[in-house]
Structures are given as structure tokens and as C-alpha cells.
């Protein structure tokens, strides 16, 4: 098989991972956590003491989690998302105690439709005496959004951000796999979230074997949510001030990441190349587009493939014919709002969602793709889509 989306681990990292053991700093501290953040808070635009402003957390959905509760996410609320997602986003809503609001996105970059979030904002929530919003056929109170960088293109921040201002709502990013990402030529620092959150899984452009890293401009709540991270402990005794959550990141991880890092453009650039010779090699094909990019921002360009636009073909015709000749194709995310655990979540229209989400084809992307395979993959594609 020809697989989706592997790891390249052909740098230090078997170096720093040694030092972990000669050194006996495998856990949850150790220089290279600290050199990570390092590298994660300047990757995101943090250039003055990058660390101020990075966490490295055991996982996505644990950084996603711990953003969450440190923004003020309780028991009982709502926090918008949109249903075209890795369920990672929905459940470390749910992890926090709340539930998802699921919106659409938008049908030209596949990110959460400002459109769909104004219109359930103005018509379906209100201000209750005491200033909460809430929505108002249930009354929860609705307290944070949470926009999804779509294998990793940004989503319309500014709009977005502007209307959580509007309203009174923190912006969480779920940038799983958006690091590198760029809107305006800027990197994610710079675009209002609260708080962005990456994942370092192994099938992201960046790994740590598993892990994530949450960013953010404010210092002080970064300060309070690495705090959350490490059980809230309070000086060198077993004193603990809230119910915090054992979400570090180990040494052992830290220093794969860190070797990963200094691999972060090359990697990028890789992703970018792939991305674009896909695009060129399908672009005569009028049944197919490729997977979109808005025109003031770079997309990390997570994933690689094709959208098939023509409702004739059958998604699943083409993904069968593609792994019978050893090319690793799946099914991209199921939305979240069908679901199990989210059948009774919330949600607004989903029209652009439940059109697209099957006839995204994501293809072989790894960095390290050689171009024989890219061709073979390319070759197969076309014919299948010739006979589909
Ligand atoms: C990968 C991913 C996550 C989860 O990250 P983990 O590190 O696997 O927990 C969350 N959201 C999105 C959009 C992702 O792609």
C-alpha cells in the first residue's frame, strides 16, 4: 500500500530520544518540552519569549480540552463547531462538559461559514437579565467557538473573530493540522483566537509520536492553562488550587517533536509540492477539483487530494478501485452531527456539509512521497475516474 499520510523520523530523532534515556529525562518535564514550546510558539508568531506563549499537551484533543476549561467552558453549555470535522473537536467540547452547536461551512474553503454563525447567533440566541447569552430554545448558555483549520486551510478568522467580539464569545482554533499555516502572510498568533491548539498525532504533518500544543497571545491565560496541565499544583508540596488534569507532554515525546521542527519548512514545502501536482495532473478532469485555498492564505496543506464534484460518480466506487491497486484512500471525517454520541446535538443547516463530506478524496501525501509513487497514484486515479 501506497499510505496516506506517514511520518518522516529520518532526522534527530533518534539522537534526542537517546539522550532521553541517557539522561533518564523521559517524563513530564525535561529540556526538550521546554524546547519545543519553544519552537511551537515561534512557528505560530510568538517571537518574543515564545514559550510565554506555548504549551505542549499529551494530545490535540487534550490541549483542545484543557483550552476549553481554561476560556471559562463549563458543565451544561453550548460551544459552537462546525459538523465538518475530526470528531477530536466535538469531543473535547463534550470532555469539558458542554456540548456542540454544529454549524455548516462554507462551500469555497470548507472552514465554519460566518454566514451560518450570524444567522443563529442574531436569530436564535439572547441575553438573559444577568447579560449570559443563551439559546433560546433550550437556555444553555453559549460560550465559546470553536473554528476548525480544514486539513489545515485557516477559515475566515477575521469575520470569525469579529463576530466573537460582537458577542462576547472566546475563539478557540482547533489548528490540529495547521501548523505553518498562513492568513495575510501571518502566521496563527496574529489572527484573534484566544487560544489555537495543534496536534502532533502521527499522521500529521508534524509529529511527537502523539501530542498537541495550545498557543495564545495572553500570557497570564496561558500561565493558568499550563498550570491546568500539570494537576494546578501549587509549590513543591501536594497543594493543588482548581481540578486540574495530568495533560503534559513527556520529554520522550518532546524530543521526536523538536526533531521534527527543525524539519518544519522542508516539510511544509513538501505538502505544498505534492498539493500542486495533484492539482495540475487532475486539472482537465471537469468531474473533479481540487481541495480549495482562499486567495490571501497559505493552507499547511495537511491533506492532498481531489473533490468530486460530478454527483455521478460514486465516492466509494473510486475509493474501492484505488485500494485494490495498493493505494491507501479512505473515507474522509464523517460529519459530527451523524455522529452516535452527537445524534441529539444541535445544530443549524448543514447543506454544504452533508453535500461535500463524502467526495472529499484525500490521496497519498506523506513529506517523503517519492515522485514514481505520486505518478502511480496520479495514473490510477484518472483511469479509475474513466470508467467510474
Ligand atoms: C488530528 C486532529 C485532532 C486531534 O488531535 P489528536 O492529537 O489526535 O488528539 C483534532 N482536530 C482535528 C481537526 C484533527 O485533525
Known sequence: MIPLAIPD?????????????TTGMVSSVGP?????EKQIGKASGFLTDPQAHAVATSSGTTGLHVALVSVGVRQGDLVI?????????ANAIAHAGATPWLMDVDATTWTL?????????NLETDRDSMGVLRRRSCGRRVSGIMPVYTMGHPPDMAALVELAQDYGLPVIADCAAALGALINGA?????GADLSV?????????TSGGGGGVVGSDATLIARLRHLTTTARVGAAYDHDAVGFNYRMTNIQAAVGCA?????EDFLAAKKRISAIYAAAFEDLSSTTPFPKASNVESAHWLAGLFLTDPKINPGYVRDALRQQGIDVRPFWKPVHLQLPYAEAPRGPLVVTETIWDRIMPLPCSTALTKEDQDFVINAVRGVLSSA
Open 187 to 191: 502566521p496563527i498568533a496574529g489572527h
Open 81 to 89: 463547531a462546525p459538523s465538518l470535522t475530526f470528531i477530536a473537536t
Open 198 to 206: 495543534f496536534s502532533f498525532n502521527g499522521n500529521k504533518t508534524v
Open 260 to 264: 521534527q521542527m527543525e524539519r518544519l
Open 32 to 36: 526538550f518540552v521546554t524546547c519545543l
Open 113 to 121: 461559514d460566518p454566514h451560518a454563525l450570524v444567522e443563529c447567533l
Open 9 to 21: 523520523i529520518s532526522g534527530n530523532e533518534g539522537r534526542y530520544l537517546q539522550d532521553c534515556v
